[in-house]
């Protein structure tokens, strides 16, 4: 019986990520700051000039606080549902102590080890519990599964499933492309159609021959070798692309350094060429747009936040990296905005040098077409084992994962992660439709709707269950219901925004 209960003992204590696989806190800053800097910061400059500089700014930092805020949620979200789980152990080891008492001739010795077991969890009204931690692992909709009825948990999987697809999607089309504008010849200023565009020759747009290269090909080649490169990580966890986010990070910073330096070059050499009002409320749909989607991390923290070791101050640390982020949008922003007259979607065509026969503005204009390779080659496996991880808390029981039959958990539902993508993506290289609306409807779900809803819920559900004394060390410091309610309703508003926005664009 003894060695029994001190093996339930360890069980209860055991940290779910192994030492080996655990990173410092500035790593996984690393992480969430690559998840949440991509390809979307580079719509920032175009946006800034169309709003206005004043309104840029004011609108990029109230987005960023909502974002930070709707993070706390979820982080707070994460150590309620490690409380239900080791509530539910503790339970567990109950049963076992009173059966163990009616049958043991001593039974002073097991109440003398479950009394170690239960005292330091619950540790008053001032002490935080030891019931609430971020040790385990628990992806969203394992939340989901605990905090919501059955009309929210398919909201939700339908939501998460919608957007995490449909990046994917977007990601490996986006790398696809600028592989293939970085290989093939220049397309013909006349070729104003993009069906055109693909069935020109790759490398001689003079060509005519019917068995020729053309681009489409190129595309796909370079969309089967994405996937074979990034597929493996998605067969193992987070913590396994470390060195590729370490290496990815360097090569974003440098290219938004280029960026960055050049603009201000340009500024000091020419004067500013642009010349952006201060608001121009006309321009706020596009400009809500691109900041909503430049802020998104939130379906991927649970798996990046639990193997940090030293959690005590991670809502600092969290804050600073949104700071940090919020600066560098700006500095990108401004500098781009006033530094150019005319200034393309994507911030990087802005960088194409006119003069080829400069070996380093050669050198640039690969190094910055080649950005949303570097971005989204480090973003891509983390939605992917996010949405693994997802599909695993739907479709099994993740309180015995490891119970069911490896080829399921370890190849089936990887394949199931990356082949819709891969196929849609092949067959389908124009998918602006989809882009429209994951960046819009369902990611205001994401990053808005849901970590109110499961914070809510989280926190009535333990209150139940563990009491009002039981205090949660992880609390989001905007806990009062007023924020939430505030949270809710800007939702409604993003969606009037959003779909302003797309009616603008289609019209």
Not at 66 to 79: D, G, P
Not at 89 to 102: A, G, M, P, T
Not at 120 to 128: A, F, N, T, W
């Amino acid at each position: 019986m003894l060695r029994r209960i001190l093996g339930i003992r360890r069980l209860f204590r055991m940290p779910v990520t192994e030492t080996g696989d655990q990173y410092s806190v500035w790593v996984g800053l690393i992480y969430i700051f690559n998840l949440i800097v991509g390809t979307g910061a580079l719509t920032l400059p175009a946006a800034f000039a169309r709003a206005g500089w004043g309104l840029s700014t004011i609108s990029l930092l109230f987005l960023a606080f909502m974002s930070f805020m709707n993070a706390t949620y979820v982080i707070e979200t994460l150590a309620c549902a490690n409380a239900v789980f080791k509530w539910k152990r503790l339970q567990f080891i109950k049963r076992n102590s009173v059966q163990d008492h009616e049958s043991d001739e001593e039974p002073s010795s097991s109440q003398h080890h479950y009394g170690e077991l239960e005292d330091p969890l619950v540790c008053g009204d001032s002490i935080p519990s030891r019931y609430y931690s971020l040790d385990k692992r628990i992806e969203l909709g394992e939340m989901a599964n605990l905090f919501l009825n059955k009309s929210g948990r398919t909201m939700f999987y339908c939501t998460l499933c919608v957007y995490l697809y449909g990046d994917l999607s977007i990601y490996s089309a986006a790398v696809a492309k600028s592989m293939m504008d970085i290989v093939c010849s220049t397309v013909p200023a006349n070729a104003s159609n993009t069906t055109d565009w693909d069935a020109l020759p790759c490398f001689n747009v003079s060509s005519t021959a019917p068995d020729a290269y053309t681009r489409l090909d190129c595309y796909r080649v370079a969309l089967l070798t994405f996937f074979a490169v990034t597929g493996p990580f998605i067969f193992s966890n987070v913590q396994k692309t470390k060195y590729l986010q370490l290496f990815t990070s360097g090569m974003r910073w440098l290219a938004f350094a280029i960026m960055i330096s050049m603009a201000i070059y340009l500024l000091i050499g020419h004067g500013p060429q642009g010349k952006p009002p201060a608001f121009d409320f006309t321009g706020m749909p596009t400009l809500f747009g691109a900041c909503v989607y430049s802020f998104m991390c939130h379906h991927s923290l649970p798996g990046l936040i639990s193997p940090i070791r030293g959690k005590n101050r991670l809502g600092l640390h969290l804050a600073l990296d949104y700071a940090l982020i919020s600066i560098f949008y700006l500095l990108l922003a401004f500098t781009g905005a006033f530094a150019f007259a005319k200034l393309s979607d994507l911030y990087t065509l802005n960088f194409v040098p006119t003069d080829n026969e400069n070996i380093f503005l050669e050198i640039v204009e690969y190094f910055l077409a080649l950005f949303p390779v570097f971005t989204l080659s480090t973003s891509f496996p983390i939605i992917a084992i996010t949405l693994r991880n997802n599909l695993q808390s739907f479709f099994l029981d993740t309180t015995r994962l490891e119970s069911y039959n490896i080829i399921l958990r370890k190849l089936i539902f990887p394949i199931v992660t990356v082949a819709p993508p891969l196929l849609l993506t092949y067959f389908l290289e124009d998918i602006g439709v989809l882009i429209k609306f994951t960046g819009s409807y369902a990611g205001t779900g994401i990053q808005y709707l849901m970590p109110t809803f499961l914070v809510l819920s989280a926190r009535r559900h333990c209150t139940n269950l563990l009491g009002l004394g039981v205090v949660n060390k992880y609390k989001s410091p905007f806990s009062h219901i007023a924020w939430a309610v505030f949270v809710l309703l800007w939702s409604f508003m993003c969606i009037i925004l959003v779909s302003v926005n797309i009616f603008e664009k289609n019209s």
